[in-house]
């Protein structure tokens, strides 16, 4: 984990090629897109002060902006391999009626608009 954010320890990168699409949300405890939790590929890191998602490469997803790319839906879990004890039960949370967590993969560059459209 790295601050609300759950890091994948390498398999996203081999994930389903999915599109994982939405509004980038945080409650002040999950960061979410499309109001599901994310785990977010390896070298993701967050922004406490700007309240923005970076990605390894350096692109920002602050709160609000639309996100898009590769990746898939599955229930949470298992927890990914070598994670924290606390992130299944934070997924579950997080995760809403559908119980559902979104998966982005490194296999296609995820793209971000700063505002959704109106």
Not at 55 to 71: Q, W
Request: proline share 12%; hydrophobic share 35%; charged share 20%.
């Amino acid at each position: 984990m790295n601050g609300p954010l759950v890091i994948s320890h390498g398999e996203s990168a081999t994930a389903a090629d999915a599109k994982v699409a939405g509004v980038v949300g945080y409650d002040g405890r999950c960061v979410t897109v499309a109001d599901r939790p994310v785990v977010w590929p390896e070298g993701t890191t967050w922004d406490e002060k700007d309240q923005a998602v970076v990605l390894p490469d350096g692109t920002r997803a602050p709160v609000g902006s639309v996100i898009e790319g590769g990746g898939g839906y599955r229930q949470p879990d298992p927890a990914p391999q070598g994670s924290d004890e606390g992130v299944v039960p934070m997924l579950e949370a997080c995760a809403g009626p559908t119980g559902e967590v979104a998966v982005l993969n490194l296999a296609s560059s995820p793209t971000v608009v700063p505002e959704p459209p109106g």
